[in-house]
């Protein structure tokens, strides 16, 4: 089964740039080693990094009309920064390498399954 580990956080405070600047490349490493273990145990398969909701654009239909809005269709203050997609047994351990992420200390991960489209 497939899992998708969404990673969101506070724009305003909660990005891995924001850390003092010690930190900045220990966070770096330490998210690429999260990798390299997904990757050395089989179950890594993409990962996306998004850019800031700034730069989004949201469509919707509305009384038949298309209409485009800028940035994400929530008002909220964390927001879908990235993704990675992987493949394993369970939802426990979708869960547990979920936990590893970095980003669970700043904003949150949510792992969601996948299912096929098309």
Do not use: H
């Not at 600047?21 to 998210?31: P, T």
């Amino acid at each position: 089964m497939q899992y998708a580990l969404l990673i969101y956080a506070d724009e305003a405070t909660g990005l891995p740039e924001q850390l003092p600047a010690d930190a900045i490349e220990k966070f770096r490493l330490e998210a690429q080693a999260v990798i390299e273990e997904m990757k050395s145990a089989g179950v890594f398969v993409s990962s996306l990094r998004l850019t800031t909701a700034a730069t989004a654009k949201t469509q919707r239909v509305l009384a038949n009309v298309l209409r485009t809005t800028d940035g994400p269709f929530a008002e909220t203050k964390e927001v879908l920064g990235g993704l990675i997609l992987i493949e394993c047994e369970s939802p426990d351990d979708a869960l547990a390498w979920a936990a590893k992420i970095p980003m669970v200390r700043l904003g949150s991960v949510e792992v969601r399954p996948v299912r096929a489209c098309g």
